[in-house]
């Protein structure tokens, strides 16, 4: 692959301005993902999305170069982490995540940085985190585990993701948990996760109910079928909301047309 021109890229996200992603593809190979669609800009095919994570070859070069003129960059919104997870299983040698915080330190008390992630691996970058004010979102899914590995094959479990925000936070990371996806026929697991998430004192940025029509490869599961028809129940919906309104009144919501 030809080495990238850019590192910091201009972003269609709501509220994000520029993201960085140093992978190609994501080694979680999440079912429910919904960046998929990007195997194809490394000549790969959505449905082997799981099994591949190339490292962006000219990454730190190109981030260098771009951060030469900081102030391009100064009172944006910065996003590590929004069609890949940072920290890929080849992070721990290539170190390109670590390598890119270092840089983008530049930025600090200037531009808002965050980081999204489910992997217990950013712990070990605490230590940048925490000088440049980064704001790490860490995302819990809300599943049954008799099926965890089936939706999620290579993640962290979600008690694993609750601990690596406890870690984060006691080292001084400001952090927010990002619960999502949630299944809908685990919905006592949806209240057991809020129940843990306020008891650590960790605040919820948003809760996201699975939307079951947004990736064929969910499509391939034998549970699927049942959970579309769970999605459609009034009183899935009710019960979801409740249990959110209990432990996080304020928290947003994204509903993804459930109780239709
Ligand atoms: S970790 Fe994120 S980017 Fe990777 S497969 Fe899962 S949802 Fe997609």
Avoid at 4 to 26: E, F
Avoid at 35 to 44: E, K, M, N, P, Q
Wanted: glycine residues 6%.
């Amino acid at each position: 692959m030809a080495p990238v021109k850019s590192a910091l890229v201009p972003s269609r996200i709501p509220g994000v301005d520029y993201v960085l992603n140093p992978y190609y593809g994501c080694r979680f190979g999440c079912r429910f993902c919904y960046a998929h669609f990007t195997a194809r800009f490394v000549a790969r095919r959505s449905h082997e999305w799981g099994e591949f994570a190339y490292p962006k070859e000219g990454l730190i070069r190109a981030l260098s170069r771009q951060l030469n003129s900081p102030w391009r960059f100064y009172g944006k919104v910065v996003l590590v982490g929004s069609s890949t997870d940072p920290y890929q299983p080849p992070e721990a040698r290539h170190m390109l995540t670590r390598r890119s915080l270092n840089l983008l330190l530049r930025l600090k008390g200037r531009s808002r940085l965050h980081l999204l992630t489910r992997s217990s691996l950013v712990l070990r970058d605490s230590d940048l985190l925490r000088e440049g004010n980064f704001h790490v979102g860490v995302s819990v899914s809300v599943v049954r585990m008799e099926y965890f590995r089936d939706v999620e094959p290579l993640s962290p479990p979600p008690r694993v993701r609750i601990h690596v925000l406890r870690g984060l936070r006691d080292a001084g990371v400001e952090v927010s948990a990002f619960v999502a996806p949630v299944f809908p026929d685990a919905l006592a697991e949806l209240e057991e996760t809020l129940r843990l998430l306020r008891r650590e004192g960790v605040p919820v940025g948003h809760v996201e109910l699975l939307n079951p029509h947004k990736n064929p490869l969910l499509r391939e599961s034998r549970h699927y079928g049942r959970w579309v028809a769970l999605t459609r129940r009034p009183e899935v919906l009710k019960k979801a909301l409740g249990i959110v309104s209990r432990y996080y009144p304020k928290t947003q919501v994204l509903t993804h047309g459930w109780g239709d």
